[in-house]
């Protein structure tokens, strides 16, 4: 008996200690920042930093780091230390939602940069919504994320005010696909091919439905299966269908495959894609043979921006393993408009962090404006990008190529 | 129906490839009724062995001159990891009940998997591999054969002909018969078994490398995760075959990509049938025909004396 005693106070005393030692840590960070020391802010990143999507997933990350970095070197906010916390989805939804808790949970961040994939977004919104953290995607294109599910009747309601993107959204990225495939490629017949993920199935609808406005013709459809890589069937069923062009809503592991065994079966018509199968990896996969094949992007290319030569300077001299990637100059805007509402929210409470910081840095994101890399960076009243402008790009000896950059018109 | 033929070429060339691959998981449950479920690792790495030649060979070498010496290359590189798989993980548990050594191939996949990634260089991403390049033959009308698939159609008959003789005439191929039917029986006969066993990996093992360069030609890329959904494939068309019947695995698996090409072609062509079709339903459709043949032959098509087993 006495022993049983013994160990249910030994127990309680080591439980209080823990929770007194972990209530002491969290004291010491502010005591430091109100002490006129400076306050740490962590910015949360979460992306596929491993698995087939790494190579995008990578260059967000250094983006960010890049941004926080600057930010520090500048001291662009008084009293604040930046820091970021990279967190690895591998483009899996419910590790993005073990990242958003965790996130969530660490009191220091106050906006999260993330993630890639629309897939992956839905699963961590209202993670964040429920703990009023800011989160920016720099990639995310799927309407639905910011203007509810029934932005397709036109009825456009914002579900979560904690989620902003400085990405465009599909609609305007699959409308402007099939203006350029039918206005200026000149094509009539397309076969839509889609991976049945959030991100390809909402962008290939988006495109056929443009493409038929504008008076051309679906010849054919078909589904891929994401990690699959033998689409030799499907190609075949594009060469019998004798369309002159292939619309791919999907990321470029599946698209690059589909496309160089496409090719390979005797059609020789051009692969269109959106910003996911924008990526060297695309070409790779093609096996190098895909001369041609299109690609629509989010903004202007980042080396043909004035606005973005400080940025890939100081990127090169980070010397970061891999490339800034097509989303690196996105996720850098991303975590600057979060800094700069950090930057607000402390000059509004006397240059110090105001109890529910976080709620504050939500409200400040919506008035968030500056010349960012990819142009001028603010956002709307459902948390999109105001940024409108697309790229079109061509393979072109194992190479992408510019060929027109646009602002979206109706 | 005009395309029809190609849809059966197609098809035949991806059920090659499945079927090289299910020899390996047929050998070694003939024998000792184990599923190597590491098997697809191994033809993962047959892909990495015959890209490192590739990669080693002078950058100007002549393809036709390559394959041979990649095909060795990716063979030593399966066989080597298959009978030290036998040899490391699987005999140790020689006897201990069904489940360990079942769970010790689904750990030892992953570790395959896990190394491979560490090691290869840049291996974390796809890496591509060498294309026989040049235009599809024009066989008839609407038919084309591809340059890549070519290898697997002459590869895959002719594996298959050679591990046929040799099981049947060879002394070692009767060894391995009478270890299949009976172990304890075999041994008493004066077969060393745990030889045979070994021979049944390494067989299977070297099957396994011809496929990692059959696929690696006709994807255009290895990549370290490709063994998961091939392995998987191929245990499904040697179970479709009737599992522990070599004839039965190389049939189970044209069966299989057969079924596949037509599925993706022609289901969404049915009349009210036009959501359930296309590639992103072929899986369905092949299990589907994998339940089918199941209920009305537990055994497989080719399958026989499974039923006292398992």
Known sequence: MRHRSLLILTTALTTGALTLSACGSRDDD????????????????????????????????????????????????????????????????????????????DESVLGVVGPLNSGVAQSMQRVFANANLTQVSPANTNPALSQGDKWGQGKKSRPFKTYFRTATTDIIQGRFAAQYLYNDAKKRKAFVVDDKQ????????????????????????DHLTTKETDFSSTANKIKNSGADSVYFGGQYPEGGLLSGQTKRAGANV?????????????????????????ATSVGYPVQQLDSAKNFIKDYAAQNYKDPY??????????????????????????????????????????????????????????????????TVYTVKGGKWTTVKSATFEE | MHELPQTLLTGLALGATYGLIAIGYTMVYGIIQLINFAHGEIVMIGGFGALTIWLWLPSNTSLTLAIPLMLIGAVIASVAVATAAERFAYRPLRGAPRLAPLITAIGLSLALQQIVWSFYPNAKKARPFPQISGDSFQLAGNLHLQRNDIFVLVAAPICMAALGLFIANSRTGRAMQATAQDPDTAKLMGINTDRIIVLAFAIGGGFAGVAGVAYGLRIGQVEV??????????????????????????????????????????????????????????????????????????????????????
Do not use: C, H
């Not at chain 1, 109100?34 to 995008?56: F, H, M, Q, R, Y």
């Open chain 1, 325 to 390: 990637a097509a989303y690196g100059g996105y996720s850098y805007d991303g975590a600057w408009a979060i800094i700069q509402a950090v930057k607000k929210v402390m000059a509004d409470n006397d240059g110090k962090l105001p109890d529910k910081a976080r709620e504050k840095v939500v409200e400040a994101m919506s008035q968030v404006s500056f010349q960012g890399v990819t142009g001028k960076v603010s956002f709307d009243q459902y948390g999109d990008t105001t940024n409108k402008q697309l």
């Open chain 2, 225 to 310: 995760l490709m063994g998961f959904i091939l392995g998987l494939k191929a245990f499904t068309a040697a179970v479709l075959g009737g599992i522990g019947n070599i004839y039965g695995a190389m049939l189970g698996g044209v069966v299989l990509g057969i079924a596949e090409a037509l599925a993706i072609t022609y289901v969404q062509d049915i009349p009210g049938m036009q959501q359930l079709g296309g590639g992103g339903w072929a899986n369905v459709w092949a299990f589907a025909l994998l339940i089918a043949v199941l209920l009305l032959r537990p055994q497989g098509l080719l399958g026989e004396r499974v039923a006292d087993r398992a």
């Open chain 1, 270 to 294: 051009p692969v269109m894609g959106g910003d996911g199968i924008y990526d060297p990896a695309f070409i790779k996969a093609a096996g190098g043979s895909n001369n041609g094949d299109l």
């Open chain 1, 30 to 105: 502010k005591g430091g920042g109100n002490g006129g020391e400076k306050t740490t802010v962590t910015i949360g990143v979460d992306a596929p930093l491993t698995g087939s999507l790494s190579a995008i997933g990578q260059g967000i990350k250094n983006s960010v780091d890049l941004a926080v970095k600057t930010a520090n070197k500048n001291n662009e906010v008084k009293g604040v230390t930046f820091k970021i916390e990279p967190l690895d989805d591998q483009a899996v939804p419910a590790s993005g939602q073990q990242n958003a808790t965790k996130l969530a949970a």
């Open chain 1, 198 to 221: 959030t991100y390809g199935a909402g962008l290939a609808t988006i495109f056929s439905q443009e493409f038929k406005r504008l008076g051309g013709q679906v010849v054919g459809t």
